[in-house]
């Protein structure tokens, strides 16, 4: 081997020897980077995880309060806490009403309540959607933030409120006069189908859901003449929506009743 060329396999060895510690330098720096950036993205979903639940907890803990508070009064009036729908549960005869609490993670809190006839629910449930507050099988509903001095539905405060423990005592005192003036006297209202009727006929603008409780209603009551006036009067709003599904759900719901009840086919 020539003098020249064991200097040059001398400088290769150097400058492996010198190039693979900076490329361990290299490698182990971006892993410790790649650790660290993960290590930021986990504590930054940690976080907004905790904050949800944090929310939710609050909820939850404004729920389990206004509970504690309305327990007692619910049960005196026949009604029992179901847990699989969160919800006060008064079943009677033809009819089941509903209380559910609903709040935020401000402790503010109001009431959704309303009456299902099983009737009705049965034969509209394949064509609905689900409508809010856990509560798809309600015929008749309303909510207490509804209620006030100056609302659709009259009463001497707003029908919403928040807790702490300063406002608990108060508010205590005021959801025991709401739910003997307010809430359980609007659910007696309705007690038949011919007044629940009465109530959706009164709503302020023509959606296919409640067109077609209507008329489930009026084939209950066998009420061909009432069937077919809701019918024209509904129809044209429908069919003029700007939801495409609208009047594929109405069709179909017309095409089950004609088939389980011919009679009322318009000829």
Same mark, same amino acid.
């Given at each position: 081997?020539?003098?020249?060329?064991?200097?040059?396999?001398?400088?290769?060895?150097?400058?492996?020897?010198?190039?693979?510690?900076?490329? +361990?330098? /290299? %490698?182990?720096?971006?892993?410790?980077?790649?650790?660290?950036?993960?290590?930021?993205?986990?504590? &930054?979903?940690?976080?907004?995880? *905790?904050?949800?639940?944090?929310?939710?907890? *609050?909820?939850?803990?404004?729920?389990?309060?206004? #509970?504690?508070?309305?327990?007692?009064?619910?049960?005196?009036?026949?009604?029992?806490?179901?847990?699989?729908? #969160?919800?006060?549960?008064?079943?009677?005869?033809?009819?089941?009403?509903?209380?559910?609490?609903?709040?935020?993670?401000?402790?503010?809190?109001?009431? @959704?309540?309303?009456?299902?006839?099983?009737?009705?629910?049965?034969?509209?449930?394949?064509?609905?959607?689900?409508?809010?507050?856990?509560? $798809?099988?309600?015929?008749?509903?309303?909510?207490?933030?509804?209620?006030?001095?100056?609302?659709?539905?009259?009463?001497?405060?707003?029908?919403?409120? *928040?807790?702490?423990?300063?406002?608990?005592?108060?508010?205590?005192?005021? %959801?025991?006069?709401?739910?003997?003036?307010?809430?359980? $006297?609007?659910?007696?209202?309705?007690?038949?189908?011919?007044?629940?009727?009465?109530?959706?006929?009164?709503?302020?603008?023509?959606? &296919?859901?409640?067109?077609?409780?209507?008329?489930?209603?009026?084939?209950? +009551?066998?009420?061909?003449?009432?069937? @077919?006036?809701? %019918?024209?009067?509904?129809?044209?709003?429908?069919?003029?929506?700007?939801?495409?599904?609208?009047?594929?759900?109405? %069709?179909?719901?017309?095409?089950?009743?004609? /088939?389980?009840? $011919?009679?009322?086919?318009? #000829?």
């Amino acid at each position: 081997m020539t003098a020249t060329s064991k200097a040059a396999k001398t400088t290769r060895f150097k400058t492996r020897v010198v190039f693979l510690p900076l490329l +361990l330098s /290299v %490698l182990l720096g971006s892993c410790t980077s790649s650790m660290e950036d993960q290590k930021d993205e986990d504590q &930054v979903t940690q976080s907004k995880v *905790s904050e949800v639940s944090q929310e939710l907890s *609050s909820k939850e803990q404004t729920k389990k309060e206004v #509970n504690e508070i309305i327990s007692t009064k619910l049960e005196q009036n026949g009604f029992k806490f179901e847990k699989k729908k #969160n919800a006060y549960v008064r079943n009677r005869k033809d009819y089941q009403d509903e209380i559910t609490v609903q709040a935020n993670n401000r402790g503010d809190f109001y009431f @959704h309540f309303g009456r299902n006839f099983p009737a009705v629910a049965n034969m509209v449930a394949p064509f609905q959607s689900k409508k809010l507050f856990s509560t $798809p099988d309600l015929t008749v509903w309303d909510s207490s933030m509804n209620a006030g001095p100056n609302f659709s539905e009259h009463y001497k405060i707003e029908g919403g409120w *928040s807790l702490s423990p300063e406002t608990k005592e108060e508010v205590k005192l005021q %959801l025991f006069e709401f739910i003997d003036e307010f809430m359980l $006297p609007w659910l007696d209202k309705f007690p038949d189908l011919k007044a629940a009727r009465a109530k959706l006929e009164r709503r302020p603008m023509i959606k &296919v859901e409640t067109t077609i409780q209507i008329l489930a209603i009026d084939v209950l +009551l066998n009420d061909k003449k009432a069937f @077919h006036q809701e %019918l024209d009067r509904s129809m044209p709003s429908i069919e003029n929506s700007t939801s495409h599904d609208s009047k594929d759900k109405l %069709l179909a719901f017309l095409d089950d009743i004609y /088939v389980q009840h $011919p009679e009322f086919r318009q #000829n």
